[in-house]
């Protein structure tokens, strides 16, 4: 267990230097691809565009910094709240990749008509006992 939060916390160390000595380096070339989707979809920005400075940002908005212009640089707990959220983003990706792979989307229940029709027989069933 200690090994394994070594090297995250080194690998944060690495980040946090990044942002602060290059914040204006794009985010490409320092965080993982993935990563760095996930990220860039989640603030609306480009993840081509994304710099280090702002993806170290967007991870402590996931840990819930408030980045306001008098605001102070983020705090651990605020950044290892947030990177933990974003593993869990990068789980969900994962999880939907592998969804995808076992063509689980092509099952007739989940299908649009399918779905849609049990929804809207459970508003007229709502409906219905609301009018009673």
């Known amino acids: 267990m200690l090994g394994l939060l070594s ?28 990563m760095l989707a996930v990220v860039a979809q989640r603030s609306g920005q480009s993840p081509l565009t994304m710099t280090v400075g702002s993806f170290w940002t967007e991870v402590a908005r996931l840990g819930g910094y408030l980045a306001r212009a008098h605001d102070g640089p983020p705090g651990w707990r605020t950044i290892w709240k947030g990177w933990l959220s974003l593993q869990t983003f990068l789980e969900g990706v994962h999880f939907a990749f592998h969804l995808r792979l076992l063509n689980v989307g ?7 008509g399918v779905l849609h029709t049990i929804v809207f027989q459970r508003e007229l069933l709502y409906t219905s006992s609301v009018r009673k």
């Open 7 to 34: 090297k995250l916390s080194v690998r944060l160390l690495q980040i946090r230097g990044s942002a602060r000595q290059e914040p204006e380096r794009p985010a490409q070339g320092v965080i993982e691809a993935l």
């Open 106 to 112: 092509k099952n007739q229940a989940f299908s649009h």
